[in-house]
């Protein structure tokens, strides 16, 4: 079992930053590949990011890309995600997941396990 716990998000102003991170409890978290998803109100869960165990490979959804950095530290059993230059569309609740299989773009299904996801909004 793994279980996934956010924080770092917030209130940010468009242009903003913010830095979310994901603690993961037990001793195979390098063993697994992480994600990002993001659900805004009244629209569906979507993949954000993801990185390989190891942290060698990393994948970004296009809207993201060149904004966000997704990195972790598995002797910290953490995951991170920097948001830079953020825009009001990013308001979401974020949650990170955890999948025993690398794949570059994650999908919902895939996923092994979920946080219970942090609040990011961005005002305009």
């Known amino acids: 079992q793994v279980q996934l716990v956010e924080s770092g998000g917030g209130l940010v102003q468009a242009g903003g930053s913010l830095r979310l991170s994901c603690a993961a409890s037990?001793?195979?978290?390098?063993?697994?590949?992480m994600g990002w998803f993001r659900q805004a109100p009244g629209k569906e869960r979507e993949f954000v990011a993801s990185?390989?165990?190891?942290?060698?490979?990393?994948y970004y959804v296009d809207s993201v890309k060149g904004r966000f950095t997704i990195s972790r530290d598995n002797a910290k059993n953490t995951v991170y995600l920097q948001m830079n230059s953020l825009k009001h569309e990013d308001t979401a609740v974020y949650y990170c997941?955890?999948?025993?299989?690398?794949?570059?773009?994650?999908?919902?299904?895939?996923?092994?396990?979920w946080g219970k996801g942090t609040l990011v909004t961005v005002s305009s």
């Open positions: 997941a955890a999948d025993s299989i690398w794949t570059p773009r994650m999908t919902l299904q895939g996923m092994d396990y």
């Open positions: 037990g001793h195979t978290f390098s063993s697994y590949a």
């Open positions: 990185i390989s165990g190891s942290g060698s490979m990393r």
